[in-house]
């Protein structure tokens, strides 16, 4: 069991950055006649954001890094950390976190790592930060979060592309022994890694000139094999079976008190899916914010998306008890409860 | 549970399906209306009504509502 106490951390600000260019799902061209009015209704999306050319999900995240850490008033030279949480790296080689750093112009003595989780990432994420925090002898690290779907996914993959956009976000956090501490519980499931997965994105499957080709697997379901691939059926079981149990598991072991809860923060897979697990959870629709319907599916920046366009006002001002629920690829889930105190959030960033 | 309610929870899944021709035997993959997200909402409502959940792979192989009222029994 991955139960986990993270002492002495707290989240002081977070901002998020998107594209201006909005995607809308009744003009999309993978859908026959009313297929998209249908995919709205139950999914929730009504358009997304997608980014241009040449820009990527690290674009959007530092976008927003450099909006916080001015607004909070950091020096350069005082962040001890950056991680980057995302499957939308920029190379190969080097990782994502260190490129950032360099061009962020953050200090050498700077820690950098990536953490390539897709929806769990800012669960997984805050218990990596929070961890490395956690000893008193770094100070400040800000948490990169954030995921450009439509660079990874197929334009005619109906099962996909429709739900998902893009976004990046940036989470502040310090070391503050009065700091109330993050309650974690971390689930993965490897043997179900095919549910969801970019078949030749790595070096297991390294890209050939087929794997490039376009295959209509049904109808309005075409792609190739570098792009990512979802079994919605495989999911969907997963989710109901294992989500909603992740979540009670963490509120039972850590003892949290369910009615003192302010906000339940669930990856905005889709809103059918997601009101399956509030309901299952018997959890109050007020207190459960969706932003799917604007921003879509944005895979790991989907609960910071959430705070800074849902619920900015109540996190700026007084303190909030929060879970939170991350899942998807890996199979990977994760549950987290944290209390905030008066965080600094940004308004929307759109570039 | 029996039989008869369980039909009766499935046939109240679809919109434009007579739910009197659907008996235990139908084959729901042969009916127009079938969809994979009837499929995800077949899951669901054996878990909200019955707290069982099939996995993906049982609800692949399942043809008549005969076969998922027993996979569901099995499952109580």
């Not at chain 1, 050939?208 to 049904?218: A, F, G, I, W």
Request: glycine share 6%; aromatic share 8%.
């Amino acid at each position: 069991m991955a139960f986990l106490t993270i002492p002495n951390v707290k989240i002081i600000g977070v901002s998020a950055a998107v594209p201006k260019q909005k995607k809308q799902v009744n003009k999309l061209e993978c859908f026959a006649e009313g297929e998209a009015e249908k995919t709205i209704e139950l999914t929730g999306v009504r358009e997304s954001r997608l980014a241009p050319e040449g820009w990527v999900s690290s674009d959007y995240c530092m976008e927003a890094a450099e909006h916080l850490i001015e607004k909070l008033g950091w020096e350069k030279d005082s962040i001890d950390a950056l991680i980057y949480i995302s499957v939308s790296r920029d190379y190969i080689e080097p990782n994502t976190a260190t490129v950032i750093q360099g061009k962020m112009n953050l200090p050498t003595t700077c820690y950098t790592i990536d953490v390539p989780m897709a929806c769990s990432g800012y669960c997984y994420g805050l218990s990596v930060v929070g961890s490395l925090l956690s000893h008193g002898y770094m100070k400040r690290a800000l948490m990169l979060v954030g995921d450009t779907p439509s660079k990874i996914m197929s334009p005619l993959d109906k099962t996909l592309w429709p739900i998902h956009g893009d976004a990046g976000t940036a989470t502040a956090l310090e070391y503050d022994p009065q700091a109330n501490p993050m309650y974690f519980n971390l689930m993965s499931d490897g043997k179900q890694m095919n549910a969801i997965i970019a078949h030749a994105s790595g070096v297991r499957e390294p890209i050939t000139n087929e794997d490039l080709n376009m295959v209509k697997y049904d109808e309005g379901i075409i792609r190739n094999r570098t792009h990512v691939t979802m079994d919605g059926m495989g999911v969907f079981a997963f989710t109901m079976s294992q989500v909603p149990k992740s979540i009670g598991v963490l509120i039972e072991n850590f003892k949290i008190d369910v009615n003192n809860i302010d906000f339940l923060l669930l990856h905005q897979a889709n809103h059918y899916i997601d009101e399956k697990i509030r309901k299952k959870l018997k959890f109050p629709e007020e207190k459960t914010p969706y932003c799917l319907e604007t921003f879509g599916n944005t895979s790991s920046a989907t609960i910071p998306m959430t705070m800074v366009t849902k619920i900015r006002e109540q996190l700026k001002n007084g303190s909030n008890k929060i879970l939170m629920s991350g899942f998807g690829a890996g199979l990977s889930w994760a549950a987290v409860y944290i209390e905030t105190n008066s965080i600094e959030v940004l308004p929307l960033i759109e570039i | 549970m029996d039989i008869n309610e369980f039909l009766n929870h499935f046939t109240n899944l679809f919109d434009d399906t007579d739910a009197s021709t659907l008996t235990p035997e139908t084959n729901f993959r042969d009916l127009d209306e079938w969809s994979s997200l009837l499929a995800l909402s077949t899951m669901s409502m054996i878990d909200e009504e019955y707290d069982v959940q099939l996995s993906a792979e049982q609800m692949r192989k399942a043809n008549t509502i005969n076969e998922l009222y027993i996979l569901t029994q099995a499952k109580i």
